[in-house]
């Protein structure tokens, strides 16, 4: 079993910045794709990034392209979200999310974080 615990959520004006961090513990050695989706109120979970092991591959959703880089220290098996020109529209729950082959939308993910709450006021 893999735990994921987050941190770094908060409140933000617009335009602000934040850090968001996921710990993996556990069987991290079967961890491949690391990465976060986020759900706002009355809305479905939707994919923000992902990063596989090597770091060599990042993806994010046209969403937040261009704001959020994801990045990871497999030393401290550790993925981070750094937000920065936030929005509204970027409040949610942030959730961390790792699996054994892939992080991507539509797909089954192995492991969850129960979540940050990131509020972004106007």
């Known amino acids: 079993q893999v735990q994921l615990v987050e941190s770094g959520g908060g409140l933000v004006q617009d335009g602000g910045s934040l850090r968001l961090s996921c710990a993996a513990s556990?069987?991290?050695?079967?961890?491949?794709?690391m990465g976060w989706f986020r759900q706002a109120p009355g809305k479905e979970r939707e994919f923000v990034a992902a990063?596989?092991?090597?770091?060599?591959?990042?993806t994010a959703a046209d969403s937040v392209t261009g704001r959020f880089t994801i990045s990871r220290d497999n030393a401290k098996n550790t993925v981070y979200l750094q937000m920065n020109s936030l929005k509204p529209e970027d409040t949610a729950v942030y959730y961390c999310?790792?699996?054994?082959?892939?992080?991507?939308?539509?797909?089954?993910?192995?492991?969850w974080g129960r979540g940050t709450q990131v509020t972004v006021s106007s």
């Open positions: 990063i596989n092991r090597s770091g060599s591959r990042a």
């Open positions: 556990g069987r991290t050695f079967s961890i491949n794709d």
């Open positions: 999310a790792a699996d054994g082959i892939a992080v991507r939308p539509g797909r089954a993910i192995d492991y």
